[in-house]
């Protein structure tokens, strides 16, 4: 989609594809979410600019946010897994800002993925890492119809944990 969407789980929750200015508020809880080393394999102590290209996808993938009473509290980035012969099955990645409180965030960013990459003809989308001991990330996408069709034993580095594995799961479009 590519206007502002208001979600019909929140009166006030629209999702909108991000813009430039976005990522100053984007990278609080980035920043926060990828140190408590909980869900995310990303690099450590990235500065701001380092961590853009992390998460800003260009084309012909796209980041969206999340917004609610005017404050960006979620964001989730989207594009091909792959390039080439991979392109046909799209991934993406999601971050709630732990401190906004509000419920349902993750799902309404989740549903609009799906919605996305049925509408750019994908067929099917893979999360290549999603971290085991994160049960609620690992629920809402099972709820969505995501299957764990494989899991690799000890390839995150928990932060609480020690080596926990990585689910790759599927969505068939």
């Known amino acids: 989609m590519t206007t502002a969407m208001l979600h019909p789980m929140h009166d006030d929750l629209t999702i909108r594809p991000a813009t430039d200015d976005d990522w100053s508020a984007i990278f609080p809880f980035y920043a ?3 140190a408590e080393g909980r869900t995310y394999a990303f690099p450590l102590e990235q500065t701001s600019d380092e961590a853009r290209p992390w998460w800003m996808e260009p084309g012909p993938g796209r980041t969206v946010v999340a917004v609610v009473g005017g404050r960006v509290v979620g964001s989730a980035k989207m594009g091909p897994n792959r ?3 991979g392109a046909h099955i799209a991934t993406a990645s999601f971050m709630v ?3 906004c409180g509000v419920r349902g965030v993750g799902r ?3 549903e609009e993925m799906i919605t996305w990459a049925r ?7 893979q999360f290549n890492a999603v971290v085991e001991t994160n049960t609620r990330a690992v629920h ?4 969505l119809g ?3 069709i494989g899991t690799v034993p000890g390839a995150f580095d928990h932060a ?4 926990v594995g990585l689910h790759v799961m599927f969505l068939r479009l």
């Open 83 to 85: 390039p080439g012969r």
């Open 119 to 125: 509408s750019e003809g994908y067929a099917g989308i």
């Open 146 to 148: 995501f299957e764990v």
């Open 108 to 110: 309404a960013l989740g």
């Open 97 to 99: 800002d732990p401190a």
């Open 32 to 34: 926060r979410i990828v």
């Open 140 to 143: 809402l996408w099972r709820s």
């Open 160 to 163: 609480e944990h020690g080596p």
